[in-house]
């Protein structure tokens, strides 16, 4: 069991989607990366392995924690799968919001800058920026 806040879960994932999708139009996911917590394993699925299964491949039940940075991008991946929303969400960008309103960010509000925020180590903005553009057909 891991404790989080307070509270023992079984299992939890850390998850991150890449999906395309214009403005306004329903996304379409493109990868996924979950790492879990109590086993250190880190999976990374392309949408032709995980865009026919009936559930998230990860556990999403009331003793389970999923963890994603602004996760009403995964809860709208989730959607278009057909997924069940996970029980328990942890939405770090809330977290990271609610710690830094009002104060200036040098490097944003999103996950790379509140990496730098905390000292963390990312990959730089342009680099992810050029993965990006290796994704075909995506229009964002």
Not at 22 to 48: F, K
């Amino acid at each position: 069991m891991i404790r989080v806040a307070g509270r023992e879960f079984r299992e939890v994932s850390f998850v991150d989607f890449e999906f395309c999708g214009a403005p306004g139009e329903l996304v379409r996911p493109v990868c996924l990366v979950v790492h879990e917590l109590g086993t250190s394993v880190t999976r990374r699925l392309w949408a032709d392995e995980f865009a026919h299964l009936p559930a998230a491949p990860y556990a999403t039940d009331d003793e389970s924690l999923v963890v994603a940075y602004y996760a009403s991008a995964e809860m709208g991946c989730h959607e278009v799968l057909g997924w069940p929303h996970p029980e328990n969400m942890l939405d770090l960008f809330t977290e990271f919001r609610t710690l830094t309103n009002g104060t200036q960010l040098p490097a944003g509000g999103g996950l790379l800058g509140a990496l730098s925020w905390h000292g963390i180590a990312g990959i730089a903005a342009d680099e992810k920026d050029a993965m990006r553009d290796l994704v075909p057909n995506c229009v964002n």
